[in-house]
Structures are given as structure tokens and as C-alpha cells.
């Protein structure tokens, strides 16, 4: 008989694995990382704890960080603002990445469900990172924001130096930004460097180098020539790194290290990419979820422990029935 | 002759990875941080008849109507000549804690004369001088500290357990002190209202409640919402008051004691929980210098830690405690603070 009860209760805990408000309970190393990330403020996390888990976290993390994204609150300003800017310390800043298409498309129903009347505490680092990786349809959603009355000025300058920073970028400037007081990217340790829309990816990697080699023969940025500012890299058939102008005219070699490998590979993403024109989506009143084309996060669980559950679930009926049977005989 | 004044607190001090003393302000580390500070103020006197004179002397002082302890007593100083008839002091700063006020340059080694340059002051303070001129005449000056000054009003409740109170009310008052003193670089005043002693609600388990059940969880539990609720029908002033409540130990979750927490509304968004948010529980067991200021900028908005030790919003798990007087706000911390509700 205590058999029967344990396994019926096996079979309960299987059938109802989660309970919660996000079902985001910390359930591995590195989601419990980015709950402690998320929540160290409310929960007065200790600061050694704190800054081990923010040098500990980067890509390997995303997954966590796009399911509390996700999952949590629709649009909830302390999760996007607090996420968002460790995202854009890992990825926004990292020259090498295209960014996270998933992480685009929240950020962007984030801005656009906000963007009537934004608490701007929270929503400048999602603008910093829609124009570190976001493209010319994102520029309507950030001249919008430009136009917002803000009393915090400092978290409105943010917006229109997003604005700035991603038009630059659509008309084809790799936009040098060498202050010391800019962050340097998590992921590569250097000094963040923001290439046009068309030079974002490991190719960035060859045009930073270009332009550093540059502002060394020319000294200072204003006097570089304009097609070096604009100039774009690709990769040719074989993989080598070719410029749509030639360096050698500049004094400038062309480096033959190897392209670095993508920014991350861990899972490929929840949606289609984003169409090329007017990224901004429609502003509905129906959840995010909704929003989401790809299959429900419920649906893209593993079905294993909704399997073991039936299973263990049959057995204790089983184990009942056959225990009834033998008290009646 | 003129005057600029503003009150701010001046010095920033950390340590290093070895050990060694850095005092910083909070945008540039350098030795000279009373220079380096934006809110630096001069004095400059003109005086026609002292055309060849290389210096003059000027007596200053800080007075305020109703409060003498933030008194700074009266210090000349020697005003070199910058041009003929005009003299000019070099950079002077307000501070409003005591710690900065006494600012010992020589352990230090840094901010030259820096314990004469520094004034203790409180907003609503008057930064006073005199000056007597070529003709004899004394001439007196002052002008009030504080820039658009806006006030947030708090109430202090302090838990009992079996008529004993969690903490003695000179304590309470203490960080009612040191807040005070943080906010005023944010030119802000923290009006004390009422301060009333509740007990504990019968069914809370004082030493083990907690104010959610996990990490993720956006509610306060039935035992937070009785706690915030007894504190809250017990003090007597307005309703815009933030609340300081003190209670035995508090757990932010059933496995984290904290020693302060706010109740922020950018985290408990449940509408259950409207009337108890933006309110600071504070630990008794855990009592720190500063952890009712930090809660206290949670209530009024400021969401985030910051990684800078001196900072106010620093963890308060890991106190800086190295220098009494160490911890600041920010630019964005302070323009935070004043653009919320709660701040008049």
C-alpha cells in the first residue's frame, strides 16, 4: 500500500511538474544565474555574488535570458530594462555579432508597446540595442521615441543618440566610438565599435581593423577619407575577406587572420527573420505570446516528463485497481 | 560680489585591489576631487580701493534657521588677487555629513587644504560670509544651499514582539540621519512625520516570515501584507509618506535574509499589492549605516545596483564601511529620485 501511495504521488508531481508565476524557477546553473541577475536588487543579492554572476554570464546564457524574456510578464520594464542592458553588454556591443533575431523582435514589442507614454527608466538600454543591431526599418520606432517628452534627460539623450548612432549606421558608416568611458563589450574585451548595418557580423572584425590601421597614418578620425568611413567587407566564395575598396590605395593591409567564429550558436531562433523594411509590429492589446509565430514555449518543452507522468499515472491506476481487487477478494 | 552655492557632499573614497587608499568623485578618479567636483562653488570679491592689494581675507560660515548641529563655524580665508580690485577664492564645496566635513587631507594626502575648503551645511542652510572693505565698511552676505529643493516625507514604525520593540528608537533615528544626509545631494529633504511602535500580527512568525515565496514571484505574501498593513494604520501622517517599518529579521525570499527591503512598485505589480508598495522594511538584526537610505531610493524609483562601492546603491549585503561618509549617488540616480511620485 505504501508503494501504491508513493507512486501516486510520483505520478501527480510528473502530471503538474511547474508551478509559478513565469515558470522560470532556477532549474540549472545558468538559469539560476540569470535569476539572480534579474532579481539582485529586490533581493539585495550580495555584490560578490552579484559581479561573479555578471562576469560568469554571456552567450551560453541566452537561452535563459529569452525565456524570462519570453515567458515572464508581457513587456514587464524591470525584466526588459534589467536583462536588455546585460544583453547589450554581452551582444549589443560585441562588433562580431548580428545580434539575436529573437532579442530584436522582443526589444522591438517592447519599445512599440511602451512607446506611448515610456517610463524611461526603463527603457533606454532597449534602444541602445536596437540601434547597435537593429536596421532601417527600426529607425520610425526610434524617431518616435526621439519625439517623447522625457523628464529624465540623461535616459532621453540615450534615445537620441540611438537614433543617431542607428541611422549612421543604415546610411553605411562604420561609427567609430572610442571614448574611455563607453563600456568595453563582455564577449571580446574591446572597445565597442559600431559598424554599419551591412558591415555587422564577423566581417566587423576586419573593417575595425582596417579603421584602426587608418587612424593611425591619418591620426584622427575627421580626417580620414569618406570611403574608408563607409567602406564594406564581405567574404568571398572561399571565405577570404574582401573590401569594396582597395586598402592598398590607403596604405592599408588587408589582416589574414582567420574569421571568428559566429557569436553564438546555441540554439537556432524561435522565429523567421525579421522582414527587411519597417520592423516596427503593429501595437495589438493581445499578450507577446501571441505575437509569436513560431510554436508556443509550452509546446517546445520536452514532452519526456509529460511522458513519464502518463506512464507513472497508468501504473498507480493500475496498482489501485489490482490493491481494490485484492481487498474485495 | 558674488556667491554660488549648491548643496552636495564632496568626498568619494575607495580602496584599492592593494590595499592602498584612491579618493575619487564620482566621475573621475583624481586626488584633487573638490576641483573635479560640478557642483564646486567661489567666492569672488571686488574692492576698488584694495586695486593693489595681492589678497584680501573673508570670514565664511553655514547657519541654518532651526538646526544648529549642521553648523559650520566660521573660518577666514585668503582670497588671492585675480585681477586688479577683484579677488577670487579657489574651489569651495558644501558637504552635509560630518565625516566629509572633517575630510583629514593629511591621511589621505590628497584635495590640498581640503578641510578648509569643505562646509557643513543641510539644505535650507544659509552659506554665510563677511568681508570688510577699503572704506571699513563690513559687508555681510549669504545665500540659501539647495537648488530647487523638493522633500519626501517619511514615517518610522517599529515592530514589537511581546511589548519589546525590535530596535531602540535612537537607532531608528539614525538612519532617518544618514538618509537625510544622502538625499540632500539629490536636493532633497526627508521630512521625519510620525514615528509609532505596532505589534507584531499574531500570525506572522516574526523570525521566519518572508516577504515573497520565490525569486520569480511579483506579490508580497499574507504575512508581508500584514506586516506593511499594521505599520502603515499605525503611523499618522499624509499618505504620500514613505514608511520605514522596522521589524526583527526580514526574508526577502524563504531562503535569502536580507537586511532591507523595499517594496517597489517596479517589481510587486500585483494590484493586491497597490497599497502596501513603495514602503522599506528594514532589519533590525542586520542594522547597517546606510541600508534605509538604499531601500529608501528603491521606494522613491531608483531600480538598480550599481557595481561602484561607493555608491549608495551598492548591495547592501556588502557594506562599504572603510570611510564613514562613502556612499554617493550618481547624476542619473539623482534625477531618478526627484522625477518620482513620491518626491514633492
Redesign the interface.
Known amino acids: 500500500m505504501k508503494k501504491t501511495r508513493l507512486m501516486s504521488m510520483f505520478a501527480f508531481w510528473a502530471l503538474f511538474p511547474t508551478f509559478?508565476?513565469?515558470n522560470?524557477?532556477?532549474e540549472d546553473e545558468s538559469m539560476a544565474r540569470v535569476?539572480?541577475l534579474?532579481?539582485?536588487?529586490?533581493?539585495?543579492?550580495?555584490?560578490?555574488q552579484?559581479?561573479a554572476d555578471?562576469a560568469a554570464t554571456g552567450y551560453h546564457d541566452f537561452p535563459a535570458y529569452k525565456r524570462i524574456l519570453q515567458e515572464?510578464?508581457p513587456y514587464?520594464?524591470?525584466t526588459y530594462?534589467?536583462l536588455t542592458?546585460l544583453i547589450s553588454r554581452i551582444d549589443g556591443s560585441n562588433m562580431r555579432s548580428p545580434g539575436d533575431a529573437d532579442i530584436i523582435r522582443l526589444t522591438r514589442e517592447f519599445l512599440v508597446s511602451k512607446s506611448d507614454n515610456p517610463d524611461w527608466?526603463?527603457v533606454d538600454y532597449s534602444l541602445l540595442y536596437l540601434s547597435q543591431k537593429g536596421d532601417a526599418g527600426d529607425i520610425p520606432l526610434l524617431e518616435k521615441y526621439a519625439e517623447l517628452p522625457s523628464?529624465?534627460?540623461?535616459?532621453k539623450n540615450a534615445g537620441l543618440e540611438s537614433l543617431r548612432i542607428l541611422k549612421a549606421r543604415v546610411s553605411g558608416t562604420n561609427v567609430l566610438s572610442f571614448l574611455e568611458d563607453r563600456d568595453y563589450c563582455w564577449s571580446t574585451n574591446e572597445p565597442p565599435f559600431l559598424p554599419s548595418v551591412a558591415n555587422t557580423g564577423p566581417q566587423a572584425v576586419y573593417v575595425y581593423d582596417l579603421l584602426k590601421q587608418a587612424l593611425a597614418k591619418y591620426g584622427d578620425a575627421t580626417n580620414l577619407p569618406p570611403e574608408l568611413v563607409t567602406m564594406v567587407v564581405s567574404f568571398d566564395a572561399n571565405g577570404k575577406p574582401v573590401c569594396n575598396v582597395d586598402p592598398a590605395k590607403y596604405g592599408l593591409v588587408m589582416p589574414d587572420f582567420p574569421p571568428p567564429p559566429p557569436a553564438f550558436t546555441n540554439e537556432p531562433a524561435m522565429t523567421e527573420p525579421p522582414p527587411p523594411t519597417n520592423n516596427v509590429p503593429e501595437k495589438t492589446d493581445a499578450p507577446h505570446i501571441a505575437e509569436t509565430p513560431a510554436a508556443p514555449p509550452s509546446q517546445k518543452r520536452s514532452v519526456a516528463p509529460f511522458a513519464v507522468g502518463v506512464c507513472a499515472g497508468i501504473f498507480a491506476a493500475l496498482l489501485l485497481w489490482r490493491g481494490l481487487r485484492k481487498r474485495k477478494s | 560680489m558674488s556667491m554660488l552655492s549648491r548643496a552636495r557632499s564632496s568626498a568619494r573614497i575607495s580602496h584599492d585591489g592593494e590595499g592602498g587608499v584612491i579618493v575619487t568623485n564620482a566621475v573621475f578618479r583624481q586626488s584633487e576631487f573638490i576641483s573635479a567636483d560640478a557642483d564646486r562653488f567661489r567666492v569672488r570679491v571686488t574692492d576698488e580701493r584694495r586695486a593693489d592689494a595681492e589678497s584680501v581675507e573673508v570670514v565664511l560660515w553655514t547657519e541654518h534657521p532651526g538646526d544648529s548641529t549642521y553648523n559650520a563655524a566660521s573660518r577666514v580665508m585668503t582670497l588671492p588677487r585675480v585681477s586688479p580690485g577683484v579677488f577670487a577664492s579657489t574651489n569651495l564645496l558644501l558637504v552635509s555629513d560630518w565625516d566629509d566635513a572633517h575630510f583629514n587631507t593629511t591621511v589621505y594626502g590628497v584635495a590640498p587644504d581640503s578641510t578648509n575648503r569643505l562646509f557643513l551645511s543641510q539644505l535650507l542652510s544659509n552659506m554665510c560670509g563677511s568681508y570688510v572693505d577699503g572704506w571699513g565698511q563690513t559687508n555681510v552676505f549669504s545665500a540659501p544651499v539647495g537648488v530647487d529643493v523638493k522633500s519626501v516625507g517619511v514615517d518610522v514604525a517599529i515592530m514589537r514582539t511581546n511589548g519589546v520593540a525590535c530596535i531602540d528608537t535612537l537607532s531608528a533615528l539614525v538612519q532617518v540621519t544618514l538618509a537625510r544626509e544622502r538625499f540632500a545631494q539629490a536636493n532633497i529633504t526627508v521630512e521625519m512625520g510620525s514615528l509609532v511602535f505596532f505589534d507584531a500580527p499574531p500570525q506572522v512568525d516574526v523570525d521566519n516570515w518572508c516577504v515573497r515565496t520565490?525569486?520569480?514571484?511579483?506579490?508580497l505574501t499574507q504575512n508581508a501584507r500584514s506586516v506593511l498593513h499594521e505599520a502603515i494604520s499605525a503611523v499618522t501622517n499624509g499618505a504620500n509618506n514613505r514608511c520605514l517599518i522596522f521589524v526583527p529579521s526580514i526574508r526577502?525570499?524563504p531562503a535569502?535574509e536580507?537586511?532591507?527591503?523595499a517594496t517597489?512598485s517596479?517589481?510587486y505589480?500585483d494590484p493586491l499589492d497597490a497599497p502596501y508598495t513603495d514602503h522599506c522594511l528594514i532589519s533590525a538584526r542586520q542594522i547597517a549605516p546606510f541600508v534605509s537610505a538604499h531601500e529608501m531610493c528603491?521606494a522613491l524609483?531608483v531600480?538598480?545596483?550599481e557595481?561602484e562601492?561607493c555608491n549608495l546603491?551598492?548591495?547592501?549585503?556588502?557594506p562599504f564601511m572603510d570611510v564613514c561618509s562613502s556612499k554617493r549617488l550618481k547624476?542619473?540616480q539623482l534625477?531618478?529620485l526627484r522625477?518620482g511620485g513620491h518626491v514633492q
Open positions: 509559478g508565476e513565469t522560470v524557477l532556477p535569476v539572480r534579474w532579481t539582485a536588487s529586490i533581493d539585495e543579492l550580495p555584490a560578490t552579484w559581479l555578471q515572464g510578464r514587464d520594464n524591470y530594462r534589467t542592458e527608466r526603463f523628464k529624465l534627460d540623461f535616459a | 520565490s525569486g520569480n514571484s511579483r506579490s526577502s525570499t535569502a536580507v537586511a532591507g527591503h517597489a517596479y517589481w505589480t528603491h524609483g531600480p538598480y545596483h557595481a562601492r546603491m551598492f548591495s547592501t549585503a556588502s547624476t542619473g534625477k531618478t522625477s
